[in-house]
């Protein structure tokens, strides 16, 4: 089965997988997750993904199901179980052709309704493994559209940042605002007006030769792979600062991308309706995306 779901160590089809429906994940949003993917149906930067898991737990007092090795374990069982033919992507990036998407998600559990965690017992565990689904390739060669929403990063006075929850209604009404304008990416703000990261997604702008990203002060998430960009480009010698970025700023930039586990790094070309530097994926975007799909390739 290209899909595969395992709930609580028994893995299942999609049509027979099943949460109770006083499952506080489900109620409320309390629980935490990591989206990690695959190359070579090996899982990459596993390590780095379930230490965030753990502190994400950790921040919302939430103790896991499973420990951190269980929870490998039962994640690679599950991309043991998730084979059979894939759906045709003809449109896709062809490195991701055969590889898996993979869902960790930890919820504090059922119990009698109520905002108290205490009410909670009996945590939840599940893994849910498909085919991945990347953006097209032409994404990469074109790039995509982002525009800056409406909708506000929630403060970090206010949510954890640093904790992945499932807890994530202002990220789909920020989607949602995107899309009716045509874009592919949602970019967010917080009450001061400076851009913060993407619905799913870190963001770059590159500014005479130099690299900019928002500071993890902004109250924005460690993202895996932000991590990775701005290692590559120490070590590709390429200038980069963790700054307050203004929207003005992204849209007099040379160059600009989002980053995240399923799209890698993908260029954008247009900003809202104006066109980001020649309109073009720019060269220091394309030398960082080759850096990591050499580091991916080979890990």
């Known amino acids: ?22 499952d506080r994940g489900f109620l409320y949003g309390d629980s935490v997750y990591e989206v990690v993917r695959t190359y070579g149906r090996r899982p990459f930067e596993l390590a780095t ?19 951190e090795a269980r929870i490998e374990a039962e994640l690679l069982r599950t991309l043991a ?64 559209k982002a525009c800056v929403v409406g909708v506000q990063r929630v403060s970090p006075r206010v949510v954890d940042p640093s904790a992945k929850t499932g807890a994530h209604l202002n990220h789909v009404l920020a989607v949602r605002e995107a ?48 991590g990775s960009v701005l290692r590559i480009a120490r070590d590709l010698a390429v200038a980069a600062e963790e700054v307050a970025l203004a929207p003005g700023d992204l849209a ?5 991308f989002i980053t995240s586990t399923l799209r890698e790094i993908v260029p954008v070309t247009r900003l809202g309706e104006r066109e980001v530097g020649d309109g073009r994926p720019g060269p220091v975007t394309r030398r960082l995306h080759a850096e990591f799909r050499r580091r991916a390739s080979s890990s």
């Open 179 to 226: 899309r009716a304008a045509g874009a592919h990416e949602a970019l967010l703000t917080d009450e001061r007006g400076f851009v913060t990261e993407g619905s799913s997604s870190n963001v770059f702008c590159v500014r005479g030769g130099r690299l900019a990203t928002p500071p993890l002060a902004a109250g924005i998430l460690a993202g895996v792979t932000r």
């Open 49 to 67: 993904h379930l230490r965030r898991l753990a502190h994400s737990a950790e921040r919302i007092g939430l103790v896991p199901r499973w420990d």
């Open 81 to 144: 179980a998730s084979r059979g033919d894939d759906p045709p992507d003809p449109g896709g990036a062809p490195w991701n052709a055969g590889e898996r998407y993979a869902r960790v998600v930890m919820t504090r559990g059922a119990g009698e309704i109520g905002l108290d965690p205490a009410l909670a017992v009996d945590p939840t565990a599940i893994v849910i493994v498909q085919p991945l689904h990347g953006p097209p390739a032409r994404a990469y060669a074109e790039g995509v």
């Open 252 to 256: 007099g930039a040379d160059e600009v």
């Open 1 to 22: 089965m290209p899909t595969a779901v395992n709930v609580d160590g028994t893995i299942l089809p999609p049509s027979e997988a099943k949460v109770s429906v006083f």
